[in-house]
């Protein structure tokens, strides 16, 4: 043990009950200020991340990770329908880290009741031929349940792949009376205004498709971490290429599918590193105030130890040491503070979202191992760094001075 090491020991643990000195309130504050500041660096972190997790979830759901449509210039509901041969279900299935790969109908529809009506987006999912499920919102406007019998009608353009001019004379109305077989809530606006989820099948029937005809796939992955890799791999096989028919086909991301709620998370990035920056700072001015007043109130020590061969570079390390070690110290505390949060957060649930605002329920978490290890290390190397310029003022202290005094 070196002896800056079992100074810095001495004096981090001493118990000296001395009402007149200052350190002791000082050193709890600065002790205070290193977990508070990594507790908030936790709690920042986890929820950010947890925050696009679930948001990153909640739109895949309605349309998975990526998407194979026909190449036009159509941004409406009504997709111009591709071809979907058996070979290039299975060569996408075969990519690596794709899960299951799915075609799916979107068409725009109207729901009437006895006394209301409504545009909505018909969708196809794994439900029976006869039901539909609508949003908690839809069912809530026109007033129905699950149970109740509505009337959809659905406005069928039979040259969909020429154009989309809704007032030609191929165009024509179909009616379904369907059953609600239940609801569901997203708290995503414009899925609960005017999604409705149908049967596969009959969306075919109704656009009088052939049976390998769909309005695009959706492809959902393992590893959402491996997006970008496997939207080149996708685009590289499919982009530009063409069905039986001769309709062009490309590859869109979730993110570019919905660019407002992805543009809305890039911000969130931001307010990180804003928090981050402010709460390193905060931790590390609070420590240096501590180190110095530690440092002024031990001059006579100081001056003692000069005077018995003690260098300046020792004395640094011993402060340094005693810097350090309050330092761990007040990680500790903050890990134990910002984890506990976090597990609590994620296990009860105890503070509230408001999901008209913020999409869900409640605070999302996602805390990792790696993050709070970064966080540690990070927070740890900064402060040290900045604490190399207090420490620098015991080369000031003049033993000579200082022990003619007493």
């Known amino acids: 043990m070196s002896a800056a090491y079992f100074i810095a020991k001495r004096i981090f643990f001493s118990k000296v009950n001395d009402t007149q000195r200052v350190s002791p309130p000082a050193i709890r504050i600065a002790i205070a200020g ?10 920042t972190v986890a929820i950010v991340v947890g925050f696009k997790h679930e948001i990153r979830n909640k739109v895949s759901d ?32 075969a990519l ?10 979107t068409k725009p529809a109207a729901i009437k009741t006895d006394k209301d009506f409504l545009s909505v987006v018909f969708k196809s999912a794994d439900v029976d031929e006869r039901e539909i499920f609508i949003s908690e919102t839809i069912s809530r406007k026109l007033k129905i ?16 792949e020429r154009n989309l001019n809704y007032g030609a004379a191929d165009v024509s109305v179909k009616v379904r009376t369907l059953t609600v077989g239940g609801t569901y809530q997203t708290h995503f606006n414009q899925y609960d205004e005017q999604v409705i989820w149908g049967n596969f099948n009959l969306l075919q029937q109704i656009g009088s498709w052939d049976d390998d005809m769909a309005s695009g796939l959706e492809v959902r992955l393992s590893d959402t971490n491996a997006l970008q890799d ?26 570019q599918q ?15 590193v804003v928090i981050l920056a402010l709460m390193v700072v905060v931790s590390t001015f609070t420590m240096v105030s501590g180190l110095l007043i530690i440092i002024l109130e031990r001059t006579k020590m100081i001056a003692q130890l000069k005077a018995m061969g003690c260098s300046d570079l020792q004395l640094k390390r011993t402060f340094l040491y005693v810097a350090l070690l309050l330092t761990l110290q007040g990680l500790m505390w903050g890990n134990v503070a910002g984890v506990g949060l976090c597990v609590i957060q994620k296990i009860w649930h105890p503070f ?3 999901p008209e605002n913020y999409y869900l329920e409640w605070v999302p978490i996602s805390i990792t191992w790696w993050h709070v ?6 927070t740890l190397a900064i402060t040290m760094l900045m604490l190399l310029v207090p420490a620098t003022i015991v080369s000031k202290i003049s033993p000579a001075r200082i022990l003619s005094t007493d």
């Open 373 to 378: 290890t970064v966080l540690n290390i990070g």
């Open 258 to 272: 919905n660019p407002q709620i992805f543009g809305w998370l890039e911000l969130l990035d931001i307010n990180v």
């Open 145 to 160: 349940k699950q149970e109740d019998r509505v009337q959809v009608f659905f406005v069928q353009n039979n040259g969909l």
């Open 34 to 43: 290193i977990a508070i500041g990594l507790a908030i660096m936790l709690l």
């Open 96 to 105: 690596p880290n794709v899960q299951t790969v799915k075609p799916f109908i």
């Open 230 to 255: 496997c939207y080149a791999d996708l685009s590289n096989r499919i982009n530009l290429s063409q069905d039986r028919r001769g309709t062009q086909l490309t590859v869109k991301t979730l993110e």
């Open 352 to 354: 509230a979202l408001d």
């Open 62 to 93: 309605f349309g998975g990770h990526l998407q194979v449509l026909a190449l036009s210039s159509n941004v409406s509901f009504e997709k111009q329908p591709i071809c979907i041969g058996d070979s290039m279900l299975a060569e996408l299935e």
